[in-house]
């Protein structure tokens, strides 16, 4: 991606940034907040706030803003460097419009004393750097808040360097209910694996030797964990003693959960192994994700709410394995009235899963074909016959068990996005995102209606596809056998009224929540945002 050198309109008044709104009306706005003093950490959050989404091109704005609020009374306020020409130019470059750098007065105008302060939950700040920077997150909280509230943003982008930081800022725009949406973006990296920090300018060159010890000690301690030693006390104690052997001032060593932030016993799932140590006068943090496997996504639903569409082009976008198991459902479905079996009879279809060889396979086109006992029926499974028959024999404990037991063995090296009606509960409970996708009974029936209508089948009257798909949910809700239900850990998704690439923004931004780029990278970190 190019861009036009142009200056940063610089924006110094809330007049300023008001006007500024106005003339970008129509467009989406993404923000990147700064204390300054950029680097290539913040241009990249600025080239990634550049990326086109589903709503088009959006205008970014970059904020410089030493933030007095988030600094205790002997740490480094008044000697943050500054360099407002600087951080213009290196904005521009990579691809902010405007800048707006208010003073304190600006931004506060009644002052410290009679500011509104933001006070993120108790249970976040506990751990990592809470303990050692007190009030340090609620100062971080309340100015943002106040920009967000003066920006109003689409999009906001902060790195995931301070995940501490992130996941709380993440907790606050949820809680307070925020029209903003939150992308983490990877911690960029120096040559010998030292985070970008503004602070690196404090470090004389004997001390820029000592720093690169931090990384370099989660990166021991994540070949240590690979090889076994999983548990929090050797993790830490690998890191500290490394860190103290490179004349580092040590103040925590932790494994948390990413996302509570609590502290755990030992790595599971994907855990954080974050560090904060003094290295002469200057302050730095790092971390490293602990992920066992690759992620897998589980994506349920109700029949009929595009779950199929979507997640093909979701898996696609992140790079992930796309394991459809409606359509294996479907298959042995058209198995079973090719064979001229009931569908209501398991004991007749349990001697069919005995030699059954369902085949889910991607063409040159990039489209998934289904094959079953060497027979090809992408299209056949799709016709009204086996959908009328589906869920009846899906209800079957010997169908579900057979079939569970051939998707997790899928799923056994990870790195897939998995839609159904119990993938969530039933098949991956471990999934590391969880979507219950879904959509009204009369949405559901309009798309069910096209798609037959494209398929070339006759189109019944909407009020029968409605009759038939609430039925349907009726049979797949009660079924005593891994019934259709929002497993507890999932976030409900309603499509009605979205467009397919909003649907699917919507997934990366979900996915990004939980499985942090810093864990596992996947594709470009610009293709996730991109249009597909």
Known sequence: ?????????????????????RGQAGRPLHFVPTMGS?????????????AAVPAGRPAVLLSVFVNPLQFGPSEDFARYPRDLAADAALGAAAGADALFAPSVAELFPGGEAELTAVVPPAGLRRSL???????????????????LALVRPDRLLLGEKDW??????????????????????????????????????????????????????LQAALTLWRGG??????????VSGALEAAGLGVEYVQLVHPLTLAPVPAATGISLLAAAARCGSTRLIDHIFLMNRPPIVAID????????????????????????????????????????????????????????DLRLETDAAGEQRVRVNGHEVSAAIRGPEVTAQVSTVAAHACVRAALTRQQQAMGRRGGLVAEGRDIGTAVFP?????????????????????????????????????????????RDSSRAEAPLRQADDAVELVTDGLAIDAVIQ??????RERVPEDAWRGPSPLQESETP
């Open 1 to 21: 991606m190019g861009f036009c050198f142009v200056p940063v309109r610089l924006l110094q008044t809330l007049a300023d940034l008001s006007d500024w709104r």
């Open 38 to 50: 950029l680097h290539e950490g913040h241009q990249q959050l600025l080239r990634r706030a550049s």
């Open 129 to 147: 750097c809470g303990p050692g920077r007190p009030g340090h997150f609620e100062g971080v909280a309340t100015v943002v808040c106040r920009l």
């Open 164 to 217: 501490q930081q992130l996941t709380i800022l993440r907790r606050v725009v949820n809680d307070l209910a925020l029209p903003v949406t939150v992308q983490g973006c990877a911690t960029v990296r120096e040559a010998d694996g030292l985070a970008c920090s503004s602070r690196h300018r404090y470090l004389s060159a004997t001390e820029r030797g000592q720093a690169a010890a931090l990384p370099a000690a």
């Open 229 to 238: 030693s999983g548990s929090a006390e050797a993790l830490t104690a690998a």
């Open 301 to 356: 639903g109700p029949a009929g709410a595009g779950k199929s569409t979507v997640t093909r082009a979701f898996a696609r976008r992140l790079g992930l394995v796309y394991l459809d198991t409606g359509a294996m459902y479907r298959a042995l479905t058209w198995w079973v009235l090719h064979r001229g079996v009931d569908p209501a009879d398991p004991t007749a279809i349990a001697p069919l899963l005995d030699d059954l």
């Open 430 to 474: 471990e999934a590391e995102c969880k979507v219950f996708l879904t959509a009204t009974v009369a949405e559901r029936a309009r798309r069910r209606a096209a798609d037959l209508a494209q398929r070339g089948f006759d189109v019944p009257a909407l009020e029968e596809l409605e009759a038939q798909i609430a039925e349907r949910d009726h």
């Open 506 to 511: 919507r997934l990366v931004d979900l996915f």
